[in-house]
């Protein structure tokens, strides 16, 4: 039995070892100057916009993951949140043309306390370009998620990448296309924790595109 267990021990071990190695590393560049902020229309309001974070200099969002608050949450907290969080992760395309990327920047804005972040979906070719936000509107006395789900073009080959959020709510207009190289930075509005009320976690975010 105790065999079993130290053997369970070291293989999860192993396992959340490796998942530690392969990430990225937290890294940005606060003020590094950007050319446009693209947004989106049908985000919601509650909460207040978190800090601007900005890919390290000469480097370019190529993927993204999402923070998410399931089925399975929801059920245990009898509130749903939905999108709790958004990751950008950034190469270096002098260093590297093509993914999937082992040596990578990740930049986050404000986050929601819910959920589990998912894997990190790459563009093949390219940076991301523009994004469309997926949004649950207000209502009224149910249950409110706002954000659910967001999905990016990259520059490269008309690829089209979805996340693996919630899929309460309709999805919106694409913002802009990044006229520059590709999406750098990000800002989320995002909801404190509101004890016995209802929680919605992420309502809106805006991204930069820098030359
Ligand atoms: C993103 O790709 C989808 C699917 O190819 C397309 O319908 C949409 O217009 C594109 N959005 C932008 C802003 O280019």
């Given at each position: 039995m105790?065999?079993f267990?130290?053997?369970?021990l070291?293989s999860?071990?192993?396992v959340f070892?490796?998942?530690?190695i392969a990430?990225g590393?937290?890294e940005r560049?606060?003020?590094r100057p950007?050319?446009?902020?693209?947004?989106?229309?049908?985000?919601?309001s509650?909460g207040?916009?978190?800090?601007?974070?900005?890919?390290?200099?000469?480097?370019?969002?190529?993927?993204?993951?999402?923070?998410?608050?399931?089925?399975?949450e929801?059920l245990?907290?009898?509130?749903?949140t939905?999108l709790?969080g958004i990751r950008l992760h950034?190469?270096?395309?002098?260093?590297?043309?093509?993914?999937?990327?082992?040596?990578?920047a990740t930049?986050?804005s404000?986050v929601g306390?819910?959920g589990?972040w998912?894997?990190?979906?790459?563009?093949?070719?390219?940076f991301?370009s523009?994004f469309?936000l997926?949004?649950?509107?207000?209502?009224g006395t149910?249950?409110?998620?706002a954000?659910?789900?967001?999905r990016f073009?990259?520059?490269?080959?008309?690829e089209?990448?979805?996340?693996?959020?919630?899929?309460w709510g309709e999805?919106?207009?694409?913002?802009?296309?990044c006229?520059?190289?590709g999406?750098c930075?990000?800002?989320t509005?995002?909801?404190?924790?509101q004890g016995?009320g209802d929680?919605?976690?992420?309502?809106?975010?805006?991204m930069?595109?820098?030359?």
């Amino acid at each position: 039995m105790y065999k079993f267990l130290s053997l369970t021990l070291i293989s999860l071990l192993t396992v959340f070892g490796q998942y530690v190695i392969a990430g990225g590393r937290f890294e940005r560049t606060i003020s590094r100057p950007f050319r446009s902020l693209l947004t989106v229309h049908n985000g919601l309001s509650w909460g207040s916009w978190g800090q601007k974070e900005m890919c390290p200099t000469g480097m370019y969002a190529t993927g993204f993951s999402l923070k998410v608050a399931g089925m399975w949450e929801s059920l245990q907290f009898g509130d749903n949140t939905a999108l709790n969080g958004i990751r950008l992760h950034c190469i270096n395309p002098s260093k590297s043309s093509s993914g999937p990327y082992e040596d990578y920047a990740t930049v986050q804005s404000d986050v929601g306390s819910w959920g589990k972040w998912s894997d990190i979906k790459w563009c093949s070719s390219g940076f991301l370009s523009s994004f469309q936000l997926r949004v649950e509107t207000y209502q009224g006395t149910l249950d409110d998620t706002a954000a659910n789900n967001i999905r990016f073009n990259c520059s490269g080959n008309a690829e089209m990448l979805k996340g693996s959020g919630m899929s309460w709510g309709e999805w919106g207009d694409w913002s802009e296309k990044c006229g520059g190289k590709g999406i750098c930075g990000i800002e989320t509005l995002v909801e404190q924790p509101q004890g016995v009320g209802d929680d919605t976690a992420l309502n809106d975010v805006r991204m930069h595109c820098c030359d």
